[in-house]
């Protein structure tokens, strides 16, 4: 019985973990909806300009391969708030990545380093333009990880679209 009510307090902390882990991805889910309806018109067939494209006012970044908006989430500590829009029609720039990661070393302990390398394309929905800008590299991943014996897991380096906004964003 005493192994009960001990077990108990840490039962009821896992299950509120895992309550607000599902709570946060919900709200997360909320907030792209609008803009995964959109998204179709976003990235309608449209003219391909060869100058690139000012990455300016309020942006919203896609995944090529799903079509999927990446959650604002990813990269918003990283931007000023005034460029991160809350309605569709808001929407003055599109950017998409085609995202792959890319070994570049290992660890003496196990896995892999891996650096995240994307190439972008900025749209401006509203003008049905598109441009490309080539490759950006995410920051590479730590030089050396601490880890217990048995963590054999990839270490990934900083995102690419983090990089990439903090360069061209205007």
């Not at 829009?85 to 890319?102: A, G, I, R, S």
């Not at 892999?112 to 003008?127: H, I, N, R, W, Y």
């Amino acid at each position: 019985m005493n192994f009960i009510l001990r077990l108990l307090p840490v039962a009821l902390l896992i299950a509120f973990a895992i309550y607000q882990t599902n709570k946060k991805e919900e709200r997360i889910e909320q907030r792209l909806a609008p803009f995964n309806a959109a998204s179709v018109q976003y990235l309608a067939e449209a003219k391909t300009v060869k100058n690139r494209l000012p990455v300016t006012g309020k942006i919203l970044v896609i995944d090529a391969e799903s079509g999927s908006p990446i959650p604002f989430e990813e990269y918003e500590n990283q931007v000023n708030p005034k460029h991160i829009p809350f309605h569709p029609e808001e929407v003055d720039t599109v950017v998409l990545q085609e995202c792959k990661w890319e070994k570049i070393g290992f660890y003496s302990g196990g896995g892999d380093g891996l650096q995240e390398s994307c190439e972008f394309f900025v749209g401006k929905p509203k003008d049905g333009i598109w441009s490309s800008w080539g490759e950006t590299k995410g920051s590479m991943p730590p030089e050396e990880v601490r880890r217990r014996r048995s963590s054999t897991s990839d270490v990934k380096g900083g995102r690419a679209i983090v990089e990439f906004l903090r360069v061209n964003l205007k």
